[in-house]
Protein backbone atom coordinates (compact mmCIF):
# COMPACT_ATOMS: atom_id res chain seq x y z
CA UNK A 1 0.00 0.00 0.00
CA UNK A 2 1.59 3.73 -0.85
CA UNK A 3 -0.34 6.62 0.74
CA UNK A 4 0.83 9.91 -0.76
CA UNK A 5 1.23 12.45 1.59
CA UNK A 6 1.04 15.55 -1.09
CA UNK A 7 3.06 18.68 -0.56
CA UNK A 8 0.16 21.43 -0.23
CA UNK A 9 -1.37 19.19 2.59
CA UNK A 10 1.75 19.83 5.21
CA UNK A 11 1.68 21.65 7.76
CA UNK A 12 3.07 25.11 7.02
CA UNK A 13 4.65 28.48 8.91
CA UNK A 14 6.14 31.96 7.50
CA UNK A 15 7.78 33.72 10.08
CA UNK A 16 9.42 35.58 7.57
CA UNK A 17 13.07 34.99 7.74
CA UNK A 18 11.79 30.98 7.72
CA UNK A 19 9.39 29.50 5.13
CA UNK A 20 8.76 25.65 6.68
CA UNK A 21 6.49 22.99 5.40
CA UNK A 22 6.14 20.63 7.76
CA UNK A 23 5.54 16.86 6.50
CA UNK A 24 4.64 15.96 9.80
CA UNK A 25 3.71 17.50 13.55
CA UNK A 26 5.90 19.90 14.57
CA UNK A 27 5.95 22.85 16.75
CA UNK A 28 2.32 24.48 16.47
CA UNK A 29 1.27 22.41 13.83
CA UNK A 30 -0.20 19.42 15.30
CA UNK A 31 -1.86 16.79 13.10
CA UNK A 32 -2.80 13.65 15.24
CA UNK A 33 -2.71 11.53 11.61
CA UNK A 34 0.25 12.71 10.82
CA UNK A 35 2.82 12.34 13.85
CA UNK A 36 5.76 10.46 12.06
CA UNK A 37 6.12 7.38 9.98
CA UNK A 38 7.99 3.92 11.75
CA UNK A 39 11.07 5.50 13.51
CA UNK A 40 10.86 8.87 10.61
CA UNK A 41 9.16 11.41 13.31
CA UNK A 42 10.18 14.62 11.19
CA UNK A 43 10.85 16.00 7.67
CA UNK A 44 10.85 19.97 7.83
CA UNK A 45 11.26 21.57 4.08
CA UNK A 46 12.91 24.70 5.23
CA UNK A 47 14.36 28.02 3.27
CA UNK A 48 15.89 30.65 5.06
CA UNK A 49 16.56 34.25 4.13
CA UNK A 50 20.48 35.18 3.95
CA UNK A 51 22.36 35.78 7.21
CA UNK A 52 19.12 34.34 9.14
CA UNK A 53 18.60 31.49 11.51
CA UNK A 54 17.78 28.97 14.11
CA UNK A 55 20.01 30.24 17.50
CA UNK A 56 21.08 28.19 19.91
CA UNK A 57 18.94 25.48 20.92
CA UNK A 58 18.61 22.11 22.87
CA UNK A 59 17.68 18.52 22.06
CA UNK A 60 17.71 15.11 23.74
CA UNK A 61 17.01 11.52 22.75
CA UNK A 62 17.04 12.23 18.69
CA UNK A 63 18.91 11.46 15.26
CA UNK A 64 18.92 14.78 13.42
CA UNK A 65 20.00 14.80 9.88
CA UNK A 66 20.59 17.51 7.92
CA UNK A 67 20.30 17.32 3.42
CA UNK A 68 21.14 20.88 1.79
CA UNK A 69 19.42 21.39 -1.83
CA UNK A 70 20.54 24.87 -2.19
CA UNK A 71 23.09 27.34 -0.29
CA UNK A 72 25.21 26.75 3.09
CA UNK A 73 24.11 25.98 6.48
CA UNK A 74 25.98 27.02 9.46
CA UNK A 75 26.12 24.53 12.51
CA UNK A 76 27.87 25.27 15.68
CA UNK A 77 27.22 23.07 18.95
CA UNK A 78 28.63 22.56 22.33
CA UNK A 79 30.52 19.52 21.12
CA UNK A 80 32.85 22.38 19.37
CA UNK A 81 31.75 21.33 16.13
CA UNK A 82 31.71 24.41 13.57
CA UNK A 83 31.18 23.54 10.21
CA UNK A 84 29.37 24.07 6.80
CA UNK A 85 26.93 22.16 4.93
CA UNK A 86 26.65 22.32 1.23
CA UNK A 87 24.65 20.38 -1.31
CA UNK A 88 26.23 16.87 -1.97
CA UNK A 89 27.24 16.63 1.90
CA UNK A 90 24.71 14.97 5.15
CA UNK A 91 25.02 15.82 8.17
CA UNK A 92 23.57 13.67 11.42
CA UNK A 93 23.46 14.85 14.69
CA UNK A 94 22.92 12.41 17.71
CA UNK A 95 21.35 14.90 19.98
CA UNK A 96 21.66 12.03 23.28
CA UNK A 97 21.58 12.72 26.62
CA UNK A 98 21.44 16.49 25.57
CA UNK A 99 23.40 19.00 23.09
CA UNK A 100 22.75 22.43 21.87
CA UNK A 101 23.25 24.14 18.69
CA UNK A 102 22.77 26.32 16.26
CA UNK A 103 22.28 26.83 12.25
CA UNK A 104 22.76 29.71 10.05
CA UNK A 105 22.42 30.42 6.95
CA UNK A 106 26.23 30.97 6.12
CA UNK A 107 25.13 33.17 3.24
CA UNK A 108 24.79 36.95 3.74
CA UNK A 109 23.14 36.99 -0.11
CA UNK A 110 21.66 33.91 -0.60
CA UNK A 111 19.09 32.07 0.31
CA UNK A 112 19.58 28.26 2.05
CA UNK A 113 17.23 25.34 1.33
CA UNK A 114 17.40 22.68 3.42
CA UNK A 115 15.58 19.56 4.71
CA UNK A 116 15.79 18.96 8.52
CA UNK A 117 15.29 15.18 9.09
CA UNK A 118 14.18 13.72 12.79
CA UNK A 119 14.52 10.10 13.14
CA UNK A 120 13.76 8.26 16.73
CA UNK A 121 17.09 6.51 18.30
CA UNK A 122 17.07 3.21 19.11
CA UNK A 123 17.96 4.06 22.52
CA UNK A 124 17.62 6.65 25.04
CA UNK A 125 20.88 8.60 27.10
CA UNK A 126 23.35 7.90 24.65
CA UNK A 127 26.65 10.37 24.28
CA UNK A 128 25.93 12.94 21.54
CA UNK A 129 27.36 13.00 18.10
CA UNK A 130 28.08 14.64 15.00
CA UNK A 131 29.53 13.31 11.34
CA UNK A 132 29.16 14.51 8.14
CA UNK A 133 29.94 13.25 4.81
CA UNK A 134 30.06 14.28 1.15
CA UNK A 135 28.26 12.69 -1.43
CA UNK A 136 29.11 13.29 -5.37
CA UNK A 137 26.44 13.98 -7.67
CA UNK A 138 28.16 10.91 -9.82
CA UNK A 139 26.97 8.90 -6.83
CA UNK A 140 23.45 9.43 -7.01
CA UNK A 141 22.94 10.41 -10.76
CA UNK A 142 20.43 7.60 -12.30
CA UNK A 143 21.12 5.20 -8.75
CA UNK A 144 20.54 5.25 -5.59
CA UNK A 145 23.39 5.67 -3.12
CA UNK A 146 23.21 4.97 0.55
CA UNK A 147 23.65 7.93 2.64
CA UNK A 148 22.54 6.78 5.94
CA UNK A 149 22.54 3.63 7.89
CA UNK A 150 22.67 2.30 11.23
CA UNK A 151 26.25 0.24 10.76
CA UNK A 152 27.61 3.11 8.70
CA UNK A 153 28.72 1.35 5.71
CA UNK A 154 29.84 2.51 2.21
CA UNK A 155 30.69 5.45 3.15
CA UNK A 156 27.22 6.30 4.77
CA UNK A 157 26.82 8.73 7.93
CA UNK A 158 25.72 6.22 11.50
CA UNK A 159 21.86 6.37 12.30
CA UNK A 160 21.72 5.46 15.42
CA UNK A 161 18.19 3.19 14.50
CA UNK A 162 17.26 0.49 11.65
CA UNK A 163 17.13 2.74 8.90
CA UNK A 164 18.88 3.12 5.36
CA UNK A 165 18.47 6.63 3.87
CA UNK A 166 19.28 6.83 0.29
CA UNK A 167 19.11 9.94 -2.14
CA UNK A 168 18.98 9.57 -6.03
CA UNK A 169 19.13 12.18 -8.92
CA UNK A 170 16.60 11.03 -11.72
CA UNK A 171 16.40 12.62 -14.91
CA UNK A 172 13.27 11.78 -17.37
CA UNK A 173 13.91 8.45 -18.00
CA UNK A 174 16.13 7.10 -15.47
CA UNK A 175 14.81 4.15 -13.60
CA UNK A 176 15.63 2.78 -9.68
CA UNK A 177 14.47 0.08 -7.88
CA UNK A 178 14.56 -1.09 -4.37
CA UNK A 179 13.43 -3.81 -3.02
CA UNK A 180 12.02 -3.65 0.69
CA UNK A 181 12.30 -7.04 2.70
CA UNK A 182 9.51 -9.12 4.66
CA UNK A 183 8.24 -6.54 7.40
CA UNK A 184 10.00 -3.48 6.21
CA UNK A 185 7.82 -0.48 5.46
CA UNK A 186 9.38 2.65 3.97
CA UNK A 187 9.18 6.65 3.04
CA UNK A 188 9.86 8.69 -0.12
CA UNK A 189 10.23 12.19 -0.15
CA UNK A 190 10.64 13.99 -3.52
CA UNK A 191 13.09 17.22 -2.42
CA UNK A 192 13.06 18.51 -6.03
CA UNK A 193 11.69 17.86 -9.68
CA UNK A 194 8.55 14.83 -10.11
CA UNK A 195 8.64 11.07 -10.21
CA UNK A 196 6.32 7.99 -10.80
CA UNK A 197 6.63 6.04 -7.98
CA UNK A 198 5.47 2.61 -9.09
CA UNK A 199 3.32 4.30 -11.66
CA UNK A 200 2.06 6.48 -9.39
CA UNK A 201 2.99 10.37 -9.99
CA UNK A 202 4.90 12.73 -7.24
CA UNK A 203 5.60 16.09 -7.14
CA UNK A 204 8.19 18.19 -5.68
CA UNK A 205 7.90 18.04 -2.07
CA UNK A 206 5.16 14.96 -2.17
CA UNK A 207 5.81 12.34 0.38
CA UNK A 208 4.45 8.64 0.02
CA UNK A 209 4.01 6.35 2.98
CA UNK A 210 4.67 2.47 1.67
CA UNK A 211 3.93 -0.46 3.92
CA UNK A 212 2.86 -4.22 1.74
CA UNK A 213 5.14 -3.13 -0.74
CA UNK A 214 7.49 -5.50 -2.00
CA UNK A 215 9.68 -3.53 -4.20
CA UNK A 216 9.62 0.47 -5.22
CA UNK A 217 10.21 1.69 -8.51
CA UNK A 218 11.51 5.38 -9.33
CA UNK A 219 11.21 6.77 -12.66
CA UNK A 220 12.44 10.23 -13.63
CA UNK A 221 9.70 12.93 -14.88
CA UNK A 222 11.51 15.89 -14.34
CA UNK A 223 14.48 16.77 -13.01
CA UNK A 224 14.46 14.93 -9.58
CA UNK A 225 15.73 14.72 -6.54
CA UNK A 226 15.10 12.11 -4.29
CA UNK A 227 15.55 10.18 -0.25
CA UNK A 228 13.89 7.55 0.39
CA UNK A 229 13.83 5.58 3.82
CA UNK A 230 13.97 2.12 4.14
CA UNK A 231 12.67 1.44 7.50
CA UNK A 232 11.77 -1.01 9.90
Same mark, same amino acid.
Given at each position: MITIRHRDERGAVNM???? #?KHSFSFGHYHDPAHMGFRALRVINDDRVIPG?? *?? %? +?? +??DMEIVSYVLDGALEHKDTLG???? $? /? !????? &????? #?? $?RHSEYNASKT? !??? *?? @? $???? !??EEGMIPGYEQRAFDREEKQ? &? =? &???? #? /??? &??? #??? $? +? @??????? %??LEEGDRVTHELRPGRH???QVA???? /????? =??????GAAVSGEDALTLDGVVGAEVLLFDLA
Open positions: GWLN #SAG *FP %T +HG +HATSSV $I /R !PGEVQ &RMSAG #SG $ID !PVH *FL @Q $IWIL !PNG &R =L &RLVG #S /RDG &RDG #SVT $I +H @QDVDLYA %TLAWVRGQV /RLNGT =LLKEGD
